[in-house]
């Protein structure tokens, strides 16, 4: 929690890197909602939790699934409970249905995709903050694989991982579409064929992932 809170809550310039880093500012285009995606204006707390999972599942980085996770289990090895918890992950149907969840969660995962979006949609004085959210990814996965001992992720699912390798061959264009897409709508192009294209991009990457948020 306090990982968590430390990156999306204290980190002055945070919600901005998110505002250009993903599509929460174009979510409202959709209409899929009753409610705004915002409370009001303002940082992260204004926004409702749907639309905060949804612009970071379109960009494949699900940040609010496994954030804080990487650097909990790695204390847990630190203190010397690394043990505890893989005979947990063994022997509790909870903890392994946790951990076999996370696993599926980082499978779809795409640091390569969410590196695209900064390199063309956020300002450079922002992007170390995407470096840094990359490399936590990194650190997670090297972390959750060390608990349930697969040597890749989602290899105690064979089934779910031949899905997951299956549909990314094909949102990996609608994600470079998206992208382009995010691009000329911010810098002011306002063709009504845009915004369909934009839309399209992102009802294909939500129904590839499999979640909305």
């Not at 697969?150 to 290899?155: A, S």
């Not at 609608?174 to 992208?179: A, E, L, T, Y």
Request: charged fraction near 25%; aromatic fraction near 8%; charge should be neutral.
């Amino acid at each position: 929690c306090e990982n968590y809170r430390k990156v999306v809550h204290r980190e002055e310039q945070f919600v901005k890197y998110f505002r250009f880093a993903t599509p929460e500012q174009e979510i409202g285009l959709l209409n899929i909602g009753s409610r705004p995606q915002k409370r009001r204006e303002g940082g992260v707390e204004t926004l409702r939790a749907i639309p905060w999972i949804f612009a970071w599942t379109q960009t494949r980085l699900h940040l609010p699934v496994w954030l804080g996770l990487g650097a909990a289990i790695d204390n847990m090895f630190a203190q010397g409970k690394g043990e505890v918890l893989q005979e947990m992950y063994k022997s509790w149907p909870f903890v392994r249905s946790f951990f076999d969840l996370m696993s599926t969660v980082l499978a779809r995962a795409d640091a390569h995709i969410s590196e695209q979006y900064d390199k063309h949609l956020v300002p450079e004085e922002l992007q170390d903050y995407g470096v840094d959210l990359r490399n936590k990814l990194a650190q997670t996965i090297e972390m959750v694989l060390k608990v349930t001992g697969e040597v890749n992720l989602v290899d105690n699912d064979r089934v779910e991982k031949r899905a997951i390798e299956a549909r990314r061959q094909y949102l990996t264009p609608m994600n470079i579409v998206q992208i382009e897409c995010l691009k000329r709508k911010r810098s002011g192009d306002p063709s009504p064929s845009l915004v369909d294209a934009l839309i399209i991009s992102m009802k294909a990457v939500a129904a590839g992932m499999q979640a909305t948020g």
